[in-house]
T-cell receptor, first 115, second 109 residues
Framework: GAVVSQHPSWVICKSGTSVKIECRSL??????MFWYRQFPKQSLMLMAT?????????EQGVEKDKFLINHASLTLSTLTVTSAHPEDSSFYICSASRSPNTEAFFGQGTRLTVV | RKEVEQDPGPFNVPEGATVAFNCTYSNSASQSFFWYRQDCRKEPKLLMSVYSSGNEDGRFTAQLNRASQYISLLIRDSKLSDSATYLCVVLNAGNMLTFGGGTRLMVKP
């Protein structure tokens, strides 16, 4: 199956710093990737849709200036958590599909802890 | 009402038991349906797609009822390794995935 790679797997950062998370589709091109956040014992919540070559589409309640998304190529999307705070600590995960209306493949996820 | 609803469980079953999970969705225009499995602190992994005709993969059987907007997953002969959270996932227009809250299964020896 398709492979989506996410990096880093985990990160601990100080409050106020920024963290960049990368999501790569390794064996297919993805014009669209999705970023999710998952808090403990809760389901995945869509944060934004990352579109190659254009601006991301953010879900209601997600601050676009805080969660910067860049989809510079057909195989790479990045999520930058700016000025991170402890409440941003969560499991961030990306997904991509090989083609529309087919199953999504997920990156391994990034566990962010802000101290 | 949530767009995709699941019983959160947990379902505690003994090894060898048969267990069924249900999922309802509210968007009648939903296009594709999947069951994903998520282990603790891991990413979701596709378990199986769900078709109107029903599909089976080993011990797992998935069913879709479009008229009732209902999806099911049946696991036969449960194994300890089946313990996980099972996510009902609906794909809508624009390639948008909507997740159910997940159903937690714990298989005991």
């Amino acid at each position: 199956g398709a492979v989506v790679s996410q990096h880093p797997s985990w990160v601990i950062c100080k409050s106020g710093t920024s963290v960049k998370i990368e999501c790569r589709s390794l064996d297919f091109q993805a014009t669209t990737m999705f970023w999710y956040r998952q808090f403990p014992k809760q389901s995945l919540m869509l944060m934004a849709t990352s579109n190659e070559g254009s601006k991301a589409t953010y879900e209601q309640g997600v601050e676009k200036d805080k969660f910067l998304i860049n989809h510079a190529s057909l195989t790479l999307s990045t999520l930058t958590v700016t000025s991170a705070h402890p409440e941003d600590s969560s499991f961030y995960i990306c997904s991509a599909s090989r083609s529309p209306n087919t199953e999504a493949f997920f990156g391994q996820g990034t566990r962010l802890t802000v101290v | 009402r949530k767009e995709v609803e699941q019983d959160p469980g947990p379902f505690n079953v003994p090894e060898g038991a048969t267990v069924a999970f249900n999922c309802t969705y509210s968007n009648s225009a939903s296009q594709s349906f999947f069951w994903y499995r998520q282990d603790c602190r891991k990413e979701p992994k596709l378990l199986m797609s769900v078709y109107s005709s029903g599909n089976e993969d080993g011990r797992f059987t998935a069913q879709l009822n479009r008229a009732s907007q209902y999806i099911s997953l049946l696991i036969r002969d449960s194994k300890l390794s089946d313990s996980a959270t099972y996510l009902c996932v609906v794909l809508n227009a624009g390639n948008m995935l909507t997740f159910g809250g997940g159903t937690r299964l714990m298989v005991k020896p």
